[in-house]
């Protein structure tokens, strides 16, 4: 008898950085509304590399990854199935264009965001903020 295992499913998020707001997509598919880049990592990918590539698709940019924010991997985070979310930091010059299952790429204020922002990805935008202001990370305590 052979046991059927149910992982969570690897993911990349990425918060990159142009001047002073951050790229948004608006997604094509379901969930509807905005997120950061991002999506799935293929078999035999870094999750670096996963998310230069998610960036790329999804918004045309060349980034810079910069740092990693935080491991989000909340069983309810993701309604279509348990994912595991690896995110990033990052910067980038140009201008952001909707592509691949992103409606539309544009830069917002981190005071000025758009809703709704879907997933838990206004949580990872306020941690980033956090991040900014204070240095500090989100606490491994509080599960997220």
């Known amino acids: 008898m052979s046991a059927t295992y149910r992982n969570p499913t690897p993911t990349v998020d990425v918060v990159i950085r142009i001047g002073d707001g951050i790229v948004l997509i608006r997604r094509r598919n379901e969930p509807v509304g905005w997120a950061l880049p991002g999506g799935f990592v293929d078999e035999g990918e870094t999750v670096e590399a996963a998310a230069v590539r998610e960036a790329m698709e999804e918004t045309g940019l060349e980034i810079t990854l910069q740092d990693l924010l935080y491991v989000y991997s ?4 993701d309604r279509r199935k348990h994912t595991l979310s690896v995110v990033f930091t990052a910067t980038a010059d140009g201008t952001p264009r909707g592509m691949d299952d ?6 917002f204020s981190l005071d000025a965001l758009p809703a709704p922002i879907v997933f838990d990805h206004a949580q990872m935008v306020r941690d980033y903020q ?5 240095g500090q990370r989100p606490d491994p305590s509080e599960g997220r």
Do not use: K
């Open 74 to 77: 909340n069983p309810a985070r």
């Open 102 to 107: 992103a409606e539309e790429a544009r830069i």
């Open 130 to 134: 956090r991040l900014l202001a204070t």
